[in-house]
């Protein structure tokens, strides 16, 4: 049995069940928990040195970290449905899409980086809020203009099938969402995000769904 070992409002770990449940792949959890320090226990940290989640482990000894490296690998294995399109230059635009949230937004408002501004930068939770929100909106500004703009985007990021930028899109709207950022400005990935949340794979995967959600 395929583990993974992540935590259920991990948008990296999102990420990866969204994966799974599209290959239609069945996979237990094992919860990490962030909030309580465990990435930094021992076992995970023999998992993941760098005391990060998702960690996913596969029943022929496979270990991979890295939710991207992590979704690329699932798309190799179990090609059907693809997460990336056939040609070259699409399969460039998406990882672009992709990288664009996970490289470029995610990073600077992962859980680590919020706990750093508070407990050791000793800012407040109004400023901490402003900070989270200024990223969003610089990464959602740039992503919106893309969407919007460019012609092989869909009903998806890209074509009319879900992709890898897809799955990168959801849980950055979902931790948007719980920050209470403003996204009306940006109606292409508003109508995006509905349509794949629509999908069962995307609806199962989503964070209160998930058994350490309670």
Known sequence: MTTLYGYFRSSAAYR??????????????VPVNLVKGEQRFDANLARNPQGLVPVLETDEGVRLAQSLAICEYLDE????????????????????????VACEIHPLNNLKVLKY????????????????????AEGFTALEARLAGEAATGVFCHGDTPTLADLCLVPQVFNAERFEC????????RRITERCRSLKAFAEAAPGEQPDAG
């Open 182 to 189: 403003d996204l009306a400005p940006y109606s292409t990935i």
């Open 117 to 136: 501004l508070v407990h050791e930068l000793k800012l407040d939770d109004d400023a901490k809020l402003a900070w989270y929100r200024h990223w969003i």
């Open 16 to 29: 990866v069940r969204i994966a799974l449940n599209l290959k239609g792949l069945d996979y237990a959890q």
């Open 77 to 100: 294995r179990h090609p059907e449905p693809a997460l990336l399109p056939a040609d070259a230059e699409g399969r460039a635009r998406v990882r672009s899409l992709a990288q664009l």
